[in-house]
């Protein structure tokens, strides 16, 4: 049994780290659209305070990736076990689907009372990023390019910023959202959309997929590319080179 545990804990920590991730920010989103009120600054910070709490539950018992992004990097430059990255995916996405009801459960009522005509009901913008395609995709990946060349960066062995990681990762999040867009209109992690987005389709209908010209895939496909692209840039062109200098300086 105790091995049995053992084994399951890493998921356990990504499933749990990743509902807490979209309890706070999806409801923080949900209550920007109960009052009318949204606020990119206000709205970022939600969502790094979520990345901060996340990854400060499950790192030291799954390294805190809480993104599908994020494993699919690691796995790719870190040596993150193939073994293991289905299974972080699948408790990362169901994560966020359970965050998505938790928030649905608290704010039920008021999302209902919110008019609603023709087309995707509106409540459904409390779960899901929503964007023009080709200005979301660049979004989507830019801001993850931002995003995990902080990660890979702070997380470094070398680092002097690894023993504050966690806040230091949730203040980086926080960056890239307001630079680059809205926070409602990214999402920086494939499970925090997709998750929520399957959670929609039962409660509001399966018009979440087709909504803004079947959109659903760009905040899969667009982390997953920036993801890729800033561990790249990162292994190989800023660490490889300081390491490099790092030799020559003791050589001398």
Excluded: C
């Amino acid at each position: 049994m105790a091995s049995l545990r053992n084994v399951a804990a890493p998921y356990w920590a990504e499933f749990i780290g990743t509902l807490l991730l979209t309890l706070i920010g999806l409801g923080a989103t949900a209550q920007s659209l109960i009052s009318h009120k949204s606020d990119a600054l206000t709205s970022s910070a939600a969502w790094g305070t979520a990345v901060t709490l996340g990854i400060w539950v499950s790192e030291h018992v799954s390294g805190g990736h809480i993104n599908p992004a994020i494993t699919i990097a690691r796995f790719l430059f870190s040596n993150f076990s193939l073994r293991q990255v289905v299974g972080y995916i699948a408790a990362q996405t169901l994560g966020a689907f359970t965050g998505a009801l938790l928030v649905w459960l608290n704010f039920a009522s008021s999302l209902n009372e919110i008019k609603h005509k023709d087309g995707i009901h509106p409540a459904t913008r409390a779960f899901i990023t929503s964007n023009d395609t080709w200005p979301g995709l660049v979004n989507e990946i830019t801001a993850t390019f931002v995003f995990v060349i902080a990660v890979f960066a702070i997380s470094d062995q070398t680092s002097n910023a690894k023993n504050i990681a966690p806040l230091a990762l949730g203040l980086a999040f926080t960056g890239a959202s307001l630079a680059v867009s809205s926070p409602l209109a990214l999402a920086l992690n494939p499970a925090r959309d997709f998750g929520p987005r399957v959670f929609a389709a039962l409660a509001y209908g399966l018009d979440v997929f087709a909504d803004h010209s079947f959109y659903f895939w760009v905040p899969i496909a667009g982390p997953l590319i920036g993801a890729i692209l800033g561990a790249f840039v990162y292994e190989w062109l800023v660490k490889r080179d300081a390491e490099y200098h790092h030799s020559l300086e003791d050589s001398n």
